[in-house]
């Protein structure tokens, strides 16, 4: 059964660095997202893509936040300059079209910040 | 925007009860509403979800019902097994919208 992967799994990272997380949607799907979810809290929305373009994005995603669709294959998003409380487990989740609104998460990058 | 309340926030059944886990939301155009499971460490995965046109929507020991004019949906589990032990979110949307809006979770401990 076809699943979206991510990478890395984990990744420690010192406050003000850069971090890319990268995700591999399923491949015949061209809706793409990212969520995070802090430790113990709710899944919540960063911003959707799609035909190449940003979609919608919510008042998190701001402008230390960007994603790109470099290939064919890969989904990734970049945090310029983390903060710590940037900490938490990064979920990617596609769709195809025409389905309705099913988005599939893959296992998700768990960030953390120092 | 949206917003989706969960509850309870922690559920402890006896393995073979039943559970059941409810949802609000507010937004009356919101017409979709999956049902995601989470185990430690991975992913929320989707078990099952509804669509406003219809009201009870079953596979195997898991149901989903959905009351659009009180604008609640539940998931009911019957039969329950120790691997049905995770979190459980619900999720909102409506077609066209692009972000899902999960409630707050549950988490469901199976007693064997």
């Known amino acids: 059964e076809p699943e979206v992967t991510q990478t890395p799994s984990h990744q420690v990272t010192q406050m003000g660095q850069e971090v890319i997380l990268r995700c591999v949607p399923i491949s015949n799907h061209l809706y793409f997202y990212w969520y995070r979810q802090i430790l113990g809290q709710k899944v919540e929305f960063l911003v959707s893509f799609y035909n190449n373009e940003i979609s919608e994005k919510s008042e998190i995603f701001d402008d230390q936040f960007s994603v790109e669709r470099p290939d064919g294959s890969n989904f990734t998003l970049k945090i310029r300059s983390t903060k710590l409380e940037d900490s938490a487990m990064y979920f990617c989740a596609s769709r195809a079209t025409g389905v309705g609104e099913t988005q599939y998460f893959g296992p998700g990058t768990r960030l953390l910040v120092l | ?112």
């Open chain 2, 1 to 112: 925007g949206e917003n989706v309340e969960q509850h309870p926030s922690t559920l402890s059944v006896q393995e073979g009860d039943s559970a059941v886990i409810k949802c609000t939301y507010s937004d009356s155009a919101s017409n979709y509403f999956p049902w995601y499971k989470q185990e430690l460490g991975k992913g929320p995965q989707l078990i099952i979800d509804i669509r406003s046109n219809v009201g009870e929507k079953k596979d195997q020991r898991i149901a989903v019902t959905l009351n659009k004019t009180a604008k609640h949906f539940s998931l009911h589990i019957t039969e329950t097994q120790p691997e049905d032990s995770a979190v459980y979110f619900c999720a909102a949307t409506s077609f066209g919208n692009e972000k899902l809006t999960f409630g707050t979770g549950t988490r469901l401990t199976i007693i064997p």
